[in-house]
């Protein structure tokens, strides 16, 4: 098969994300199915690694629930994930941090630089709607 068809069909099927790093805490916002109904669940934690790319990139996200540590590998553009914020940048000199797992309580979600960052991929609303709309008030 011909690699530019299916660089097309890519990329029409690729999400809008934000620019997630290693080191990062992100809040994933994740359609949960039950019975009939679909919900939101967020799950929020450290960034341990990133892999793949276009379409098959995929973010190892662990995070700590009541001293247990849950780990969750989500595709960034799968359709079940909603959207992702990013809350904090922590700066890091490895690519995959998977010493973290052998790391108890505060320690294991200890990232140095630590830096307020707030990253998501909704759509803003454009400057010129926001200008036309002001006007038209006037």
Do not use: C, W
Not at 101 to 124: F, H, M, Q
């Amino acid at each position: 098969m011909n690699t530019e068809i299916l660089n097309k069909i890519e990329v029409k099927q690729m999400k809008n994300r934000p620019d997630v790093k290693v080191g990062d805490t992100v809040k994933l916002y994740m359609k949960i199915k039950e019975g009939n109904k679909e919900r939101i669940q967020i799950f929020e934690g450290l960034v341990l690694s990133l892999k793949g790319t276009g379409l098959g990139k995929t973010v190892t996200v662990r995070k700590m629930s009541s001293g247990v540590a849950v780990e969750r590998i989500v595709p960034m553009h799968s359709p079940l994930l909603d959207k992702i914020e990013v809350v904090q940048r922590g700066k890091v000199r490895k690519s995959k941090l998977y010493y973290v797992r052998e790391k108890i309580g505060k320690r294991a979600l200890k990232v140095s630089n630590l830096k307020d960052v707030y990253l998501t991929d909704e759509v803003a609303p454009a400057v010129e709607e926001v200008v036309e709309s002001t006007e038209e008030s006037k």
